[in-house]
Nanobody
Framework: QLQASGGGLVQPGGSLTLSCAAS????????VGWFRQAPGKEREWVSC????????YYVDSVKGRFTVSRDNTKNTVYLQVNSLKPTDTAVYYC????????????????WGKGTQVTVSS
């Protein structure tokens, strides 16, 4: 199972650290992706990190503001979200798959429950 956590209410320009923790399997063998879904919109791929070399990928709208990382000793992947904007408001999900390319098109072997991020003054 995967569980995303770390969301909350933050003012524009603020930061959060989201975590995606795995149980029952070794997350280090998988690429992990972050996705978000805003009210009334389709789920959007945000970022992912590969398992083999830690290569990272980002959607253009978050480049320079979000950073994905992993700690395989903790079976956890993180998404540091900085310079938050109201348009970042969404439920954030994580997914794990053998291929980062499948994650980028929304396919994952494992999905976690989301965590709400609300950016508002």
């Amino acid at each position: 199972q995967l569980q995303a956590s770390g969301g909350g209410l933050v003012q524009p320009g603020g930061s959060l650290t989201l975590s995606c923790a795995a149980s029952g399997f070794t997350l280090g063998y998988y690429a992990v992706g972050w996705f978000r879904q805003a009210p009334g919109k389709e789920r959007e791929w945000v970022s992912c990190i590969s398992s083999s070399d830690g290569k990272t990928y980002y959607v253009d709208s978050v480049k320079g503001r979000f950073t994905v990382s992993r700690d395989n000793t903790k079976n956890t992947v993180y998404l540091q979200v900085n310079s938050l904007k109201p348009t970042d408001t969404a439920v954030y999900y994580c997914g794990a798959d053998r291929s980062p390319y499948r994650l980028r098109v929304g396919i994952a072997d494992y999905w976690g429950k989301g965590t709400q991020v609300t950016v508002s003054s």
